[in-house]
Each structure stands twice: as structure tokens, then as C-alpha cells.
């Protein structure tokens, strides 16, 4: 039976491998809220059992958090191993969402059919174009096209912290020759890609404490310093006028564009306009001497994703309150050492303390940047295999997310990583009405089949 | 019947009255908070019922808000009004509380008797007072000291919307000779005070939107604004490194301390290490040239009661938010115009938008501040019967707090305000844990039996 065959199986299984991907999108595995944790055994569960009736090996294997999904099946080179994670993003604001997040469902709209709900496209949706692509494979050719490993997470969404602790036990088992990672997008939701450049992540979390209660502030106003008044110079100081980050050393390791890399991206033409008009903006707000590519994909960043304090409910409140707190994420790229800028910001943050006040900080995940090795033999019939299948040469590409694992699986088990995936700028990750469209899902599947037939 | 049979029956029917006062404790009449409107109008009907008991001809009468409580009884020289408020703030953070806010009970704590519970002190306990002295000036004495009218509001801790139409709408019936306002408090927690000199307060909200909804931010940070970097900002830029405030115009009408109340300060020989020291401080966090007096009574502020946007929820949630959100007060003095303040605020915050940023503002009351006339004929006798219950000679001092009405009595019905409160420093008002001291109670209905005494 040819490629051909596996394709056209793919084609007439798709409705039912998308009932499988709606019945796992169900599940509400959100990894960073305590409260889901059943689910997220659930969904790891739900994953062994899928698996188990493919004829993988497959098991759930404890950790401190939630467990991991590892199956291993076939034999010959080369030794494949496939990672993707169960768990999704918390789901607030619920009330911007038009369904359930968790009762998913097939919709048209003018840009086509699309899967609705958490975790459809991040990282459900893409998890599963992998296993469907070998189910249909194995249903087609009565057997396996080489040594496949899956290594599916549960704590993605949260900082992963049993990751490292588990690939460092279990080395032996998950080393192979190539790592195949679908957490990534298409390039501007139309050009197949492979991302050979990830930024790293480093999530900070502070609390500032001025008086020891929440006072009045009629009564205290003007003479008690207020926690809120301090964070504000914090949040407005992590950034200069040009839109330069602050903290001391923060570009240390910071490479500059090789010329052969600037020039291919200038080819790729990023309408920067329209990427920013879709989500109703106009102007690039990173560091004014660079360009918009450069800001998303090779230049590290500093966001504020939360920030709290005082009476935040329905009117007024007078309020002088005792704590502030936010929670601070900086993407980092080229050899940026996470831990010496943590040191640096929090140097920086306490140096800002007035007399008065106190600050407190928690860490959430610490990972540098990677890059990855594209003269790895496996690369080029991987990018012709996706330009066979979107009929549109694939492009080598940088992200902007940070994908952890993939710099792990270069650094603790010497496997290079793979990043294919076929997410679309307007997918809303991480947002309320998270989709994954259809074609997203259908070629998905069709273009890991065509990517395991050139590898083997 | 002498003033001293009086006094006795308020020490004797003192059990009978603070079960009154918890009865009202119990209804949670937070009046900001739209899911409480049916308990403010509980609290009405109870106030309404009570003053009925007691022979007064009393009402609730409806507003566009929460209703107001009047009622009328006695005749004759001189006409005395009494304003209260029942409506109480918001309990949160819930968790800091010791007990139910709205289950209050009498507790012996180390520093005496105190009543604790939500509106304890402010203001539900202290109007108490006055109409706990009028009950037993009526039992022991069969009579009314003279023209006494009852005006009971219930928006007080959410702007008095209602306030000024209902006080223009009935201003012949609520002109009086002196309004007695009992809603402050006691000179570091042991003197007995008449407050002359009050901060009036403009309260502003705002919302910064960038992005039209909220984005990953390994997608788009660095190219996608982030609204509270924004926020941040206009935060830091409130305040300059003197502690001084920066919206243009905001001094204009800031008076300088006559040499007289400045000496007289200087006498009171405020203890701000101790002030400070209660709540956690040691540095006064006001504009560096003042005194620590000056700060929290007669030079205007600026405080931010309340900032959220992004996640705030356990964990981390690597979003660039939509929106970020501040709620921000100002306490005035003198003749500074909080409508002319308003404008150059929302103007300065215009300003330093980014292209890409937008800010819309919504006002939460905007109030005067008032100075009291002390060279009226009542205030010196009300002074010596403050002296006579407490034992130590009452002053005429600041309070940093606003209570808006003050000023309207004046402007709007040419009444003059008496500021008389038996609060304490540490009544946690405002706060988790709220009280008023039994003694403050005890000793209030006893001030106001004297007060009625001196001046009919």
C-alpha cells in the first residue's frame, strides 16, 4: 500500500478522528489551577486508552504534578519520538467566550469550518493530527514505519516543573533521532513551516507591601506610602523610551542576525500591518531600531500579564491598599542566561523599594532560547514533505513563543527537535474563543503522514 | 429632670442599646455593590421603624439610589438636624476577617470593650449615638430639647449621588440652625474633637485598551503594546520624586496654613512615629517639605485605590491583556476645583497615550473641601461639653477623610456644619476587621446628651 493510500484513509477517517479530538477536548485540563486536576488526569488517561487501541505501549507515569503520557511502538531506524501536551490555558475572561470552552464544537464561518474550544488548536487539535496520522498509517500498511516514541505532557501550560526531573530518569527511553515537536503555526496562517528559533521564557511574580493593612484612604492618604504608587515605577521602568528593557545585563548573550538569516526573512515578506490591524493595532511597539520580525521572533521582550491590588470590584472603594502584585514574563533569546537576569530584575526591583516597603517574589519556569540545526539530515525531506502537501514551499522560521522542551531535548538527551505545526495566526490561544480550522486539522494529519513516508 | 438623670439612663439602658446597634450591624447595606440593594433598603426601614419607636415622625424617601431616612419631632429654638449614614464598604478581602463582617458581637480585647463588625464605626455605631442620647433625653426628660430633624443617608461610601437633588429638593425642610455630622473622629484616639477643616475628593476610573482582545504574549510581545505597561506609566507619572503631584494645575488654590492653626497644630503634638508605627510605617510618604499634619489634613493627594488587567488568578498565564484598569482618588483642600481637576487629569492621561492606545474615564463623585466656621455662637459651648464628658479640653482640628455634605450644608442651605465623632485611629475603617470601641459608644451618647444640654 502506497502514500497514497494512507492519505486517502486520512481523507474518508476525518470525521471520526475529529469526534476523537471533540470527546479530548472536553476534558478541562487546565494544568495551572489546582482545581483541575482530576481533569487533567482525565485527559491523560483519556490519551493512554486512545493509544492502547492502536497497539501502542502506552502508560501514564506519575510525577510531583500531572503525569505524562509515554507509548512506545515499532522497530528500525530511524527512532522517531513524538511530543505534544494534554493540558490547556485557564479559560477566563469566561464571559468573552460565545460557548462553553469546554463543550467544543465544529462551526462555519467565512473563513471555513473551524474546531471551537480550549485547547483546539493549543494543544489538543495538533497532538492529535500526529496520532491520527499514524493510526491511519499503521490501519493502512498492517504495520509501523519505524521506532515511534510519544512523550505527551501535562504541564505545559504551567512552567513545566516535573519536565526536567523526568527526561533526566527516563534518558535512555526517550532518546531518538529526531523529536518531533507540533506546538508551532503556519507561517502568516499560509506557508508550511519548521521553527529553527525559539525564545526562551522566564516568569517572575512580585508582591509589594507598604503598610501591614489596607487603610483608609482619607485617613492615611498622603502621609502612608501606597504599594500601588511602587509597582507603578516598577512597571513603568522596565521599559525606556525607545523600548528598551531595563534590567541591568538583560542583553548580554543577545545575538545579532547573521546577514543570511536577515535577508531570508526580509524574502518572507511579513505583512506586519495586518498581523498587528488583526488584532487592532497599528504600530510595533518593541525596540524602535528593529524591525516587527525581529521584535516577535529574534529580540527578547518584557511583558506584564497581570497586575492586581486595591478594591477592584464594582465602584469605588477609598482604599489605601497594603499589597500590589504582578506577574512578569521576559522572553529571551540567543544565549540569555535566565537565572542571571531573574537575579538582576529582583536586584533591580528591590533597589527601587522605598524604606517603607517590602517585595516578595516567586518564579514561574526558567528556559533559555534555542536554535536549532537545520543541516540535520531529517530537515530537508521534512520541508519538501510540507511543501507537497500546502503546495507552497515551507519556510524555516523563527517563533516567538517559548517551547521549552525543545532546547531540553537538545541539552539533557542530544536529540534534535523538530517543530512543525500547523496553528494560524487568528486561532486565539491563550484568548477566549480558542479554534482550530479544520484544514488546519485535515492537512495537519495528511502532512505528518507524508513526513513519516520521507523519513523512512 | 437634670442633664445628670439623663446621663444615667443612658449608662443604665446601655445593654438595650448596643443590641440595637448590632440588630443594625446585621444587615449588610454595602451601598457600591449593586447585589446589596435590597439590604440598604432593609437598613432604611429599620432606622425608619426605630425613630417611629421613639415618637418621631419619620419616612424613607426614595431616590434615583438608595433611599434617604428624615424625620422630624419637637419645636422650638434652636433647629438641629442630625446626618448619619447607614450604608456601610465592601468586606473585601473577605479572608483577613477574623469573624462574619455582618455577625457582630462585643469583644474584650486588650485595649478595652469594642463592638466589631462591618459599619461599626463608620458610620452606622456613631449615628447611633445621637439617636440613642435623643431616646433617653425623651424617656427621662417627656420631652424634646427642641426642633430636632433626623436626615439618614444611605450612598455615603458610593459618591452621594442622590445627595444634592435631594437636598435642593427639600431644602426648606432640611435648613436648620446647625447640622450635627457624626461621621469622624477622636484626636489620637483620646481627645474629643469639632472638625473644621475637611478634604473634599474626586474619584476617576480608567480603562486602557490596546489590542482589541487579549493576546499570547510569545505570539505578539514585542510588537503588540501592552496596556498595563501603559498603566504603569501613567501611575509612575502621578507623583514626582518630591512626592509632589503632577497634574497640571492641581496647586492652584492649595492655601498655606494661617500662623495661627499652624501654631495651634504644633501644640496637639501629633505623634506620627505612632500613627505610622500602628499600620506597619515609618516614613511620612507625602511631598517631603510638609509636616506630617499638613499631609494627611490640609494638603491635597493623590492615591491609587485599585489597579487589575492580565491574569491575576494562582499560577502564571502568558497574556498580553486587552485592557488595563485603575481606580484613583484625590483628596482635595481649599478652594481647589475637583471639575477643573477632573479635566486636566483625563487630559494629562490622554496625553500620554500611544497611537495605539485608547482610555476612557468614568467619574465616581467629585466633592469640595470645606472649612467650618467656628466663630459661630454653638461651637464653643459644644466644645466645653465635649470637654466636661471626656475630661480633657476638645480641639478644633483637620480630618483627612471627606465627607462632602459638610460643604453642602453650607453652599446649598446656608446651615452650618458641627463635625463631632468618637472614631479611633485604630477602628479599621475601611478595613478587615472594622470596631468601635464600647467607650466610644458609651461615652458618644453621653457627649451628644451634654451637646443638646449646652446649647437649648
Known sequence: MSLDDVLARIDTDLPAATDRLLELLRIPSISTDPAYKEDCDRAADWLVADLQSMGVEAEKRATPGHPMVVGHVGEGKPHLLFYGHYDVQPVDPLELWDRDPFDPAIEDTDKGRVIRGRGAADDKGQLMTIIEALRAWKEVKGDWPCRITFFLEGEEESGSPSLIPFMK?????????????????????????????????????????????????????????????????????????????????FYDGVPELSEELEAQWQGLAFDHASFLGDVGLSQPAGEQDRTPLEMIWSRPTCDVNGIWGGYTGDGFKTVLPSQAHAKISFRLVGTQDPFAIRENFRNMVREMMPEDCTVEFSGHGAGPASGVETGHPMFEPARQALSDEWQVPAAYIGCGGSIPIAGYFQTLLGTEPMLVGFGKDDDQIHSPNEKYDMESFHKGIRSWARILDALT
Open 169 to 249: 530518569e527516563n534518558a535512555d527511553e526517550l532518546k531518538a533521532d529526531v523529536a518531533m515537536i507540533c506546538d508551532t503555526g503556519l507561517f502568516e496562517s499560509k506557508t508550511p513551516a519548521i521553527v529553527t528559533m525559539l525564545r526562551g521564557l522566564l516568569g517572575e511574580e512580585l508582591t509589594i507591601t507598604a503598610p501591614d493593612k489596607d487603610l483608609h484612604s482619607g485617613m492615611f492618604g498622603g502621609i502612608a506610602m501606597n504599594p500601588i504608587r511602587v509597582l507603578g515605577k516598577v512597571v513603568a521602568a522596565l521599559h525606556d523610551d525607545t523600548g528598551r528593557i531595563t534590567v541591568p545585563g
